[in-house]
């Protein structure tokens, strides 16, 4: 990762300290409320963590959850990496944002996974959350990672006919195809609107023991990240409209940056 900052300046360690308060509060509360529910069966536990009744301390940790991953998400999206093109306006900094906190949110998955395996193989006590709370969080990892690899601009594309066409007809087929997601993003407002409103007005859950509302949350975060997805497929329409056509070569087009810290990695092994 490239130390200078991206799109933060002299932000970037207000955004730092902010990161590093509400990592170390959300660590201190989960600690607490770990010690909480070991000693008594009846104190806060994830059921309540995601339904608040009010009570303090669990308005309290997710608002310190939800700082975390904003101010993280922040931080992490003012570095990018060797193979990251630079963003070129204020959405790709907002696709970078995403794409960091889909990045954070894989680190949580394995959390969330791993304090199963220990729960239920270690302590006999298998939880009813663990595996619904992974495929909630996957959800938006893979929303927000489409998001990510559209402003990266590595999304499956085929290049065989593409690159033999005239830049005319090059910037006519990206019109199309920005055309083309464009229509489905609609298409999709139009016929998940009602439905998406309907599930999240009444937080409607998944109907299992734990019962989370991943439908409520999910259905319009479908239609809100998709959004996202549109405006910045028209961003990169608009930005590489003035750039000179690419050719790609397969195997040439390997980038030896990465090759090199791939190298550099083995031989420090």
């Not at 529910?37 to 339904?51: C, F, L, Q, S």
């Not at 963003?87 to 944002?97: A, I």
């Not at 729960?119 to 006590?125: A, K, N, P, Q």
């Not at 998001?147 to 087929?173: C, E, F, G, L």
């Amino acid at each position: 990762m490239q130390d200078r900052s991206l799109w933060l300046g002299p932000m970037r360690q207000h955004v730092k300290l902010a990161m590093i308060a509400f990592c170390g509060v959300t660590a201190i509360l989960y600690v607490w409320l770990v010690a909480n529910k070991i000693i008594d069966e009846n104190a806060i536990g994830m059921h309540e963590m995601i339904r608040p009744t009010g009570r303090p301390m669990v308005w309290a940790m997710l608002i310190c959850i939800a700082g975390s991953l904003l101010f993280t998400s922040l931080y992490l999206s003012d570095t990018k990496g060797d193979i990251e093109p630079e963003p070129g306006g204020f959405f790709d900094v907002v696709s970078m944002v995403c794409g960091r906190l889909a990045m954070i949110s894989v680190a949580l998955i394995v959390l969330v996974m791993f304090y199963e395996v220990v729960s239920r193989y270690v302590f006999s006590r298998p939880t009813l959350w663990a595996n619904e709370l992974s495929l909630w969080i996957a959800s938006f990892v893979f929303l927000l990672a489409g998001q990510y690899a559209m402003q990266q601009r590595s999304h499956i594309r085929i290049y065989v006919i593409y690159d033999i066409m005239p830049r005319w007809m090059q910037k006519t087929a990206d019109v199309i195809s920005v055309g083309l997601i464009c229509g489905f993003f609609f298409a999709l407002v139009w016929g998940g609107y009602n439905d998406a409103m309907r599930r999240m007005l009444r937080m409607e859950t998944f109907g299992t023991a734990w019962d989370p509302p991943i439908p409520g949350t999910v259905k319009p975060a479908i239609l809100f990240i998709i959004m996202l997805v549109t405006i910045q497929a028209v961003s990169n329409l608009i930005a590489d409209w003035n750039k000179l056509p690419e050719h790609h070569k397969g195997i040439e087009d390997i980038d030896e940056t990465e090759i090199e810290n791939i190298r550099r990695a083995l031989e420090e092994k």
